[in-house]
């Protein structure tokens, strides 16, 4: 049984502080003994390749390189790494042309 906590901070999370939450949650959790069948604990954040999905993960997108997906090329590709702008300009264009086609915007897969 793998017992997963994802922690996670506005600045991000380094290996080192999951290392220290694991060291410190694996105490509390032997203490209380909440789990009685063998685990394995795994502490991680959500990493940089999370998808952006909140108003506060596109802020905080402001200014960084972000990877587009897409069902249909755009500009030849359906994978671009380019800036937090340029994404912007993509998703308004990608807007654009569903509302021009009266139908729903299907280009559009993740951004990360």
């Known amino acids: ?22 060291e410190r949650l694996g105490e509390k ?14 502490v991680s954040s959500p990493g940089a390749e999370r998808p952006l999905k909140k108003e506060k993960d596109f802020e905080k997108a402001v200014g960084k390189q972000v ?16 800036s937090y702008y340029k994404m912007i300009k993509i998703l308004l264009l990608l807007r654009l042309q569903s509302k021009q086609r009266k ?10």
Do not use: W
């Not at 997963?4 to 220290?20: H, L, P, Q, S």
């Not at 959790?29 to 795994?42: A, K, S």
């Not at 299907?106 to 951004?111: I, Y």
């Open 29 to 42: 959790i032997d203490e209380l003994d909440p789990i009685q069948h063998n685990y394995f604990l795994e």
């Open 67 to 82: 990877y587009v997906k897409t069902y249909e090329p755009i500009e030849g590709e359906k994978e671009l790494k380019v």
């Open 103 to 112: 139908e729903k915007n299907k280009k559009f897969l993740k951004v990360k």
């Open 1 to 22: 049984m793998v017992l997963r906590v994802y922690i996670d901070k506005d600045a991000g999370v380094d290996i080192e502080e999951c290392g220290i939450v694991s």
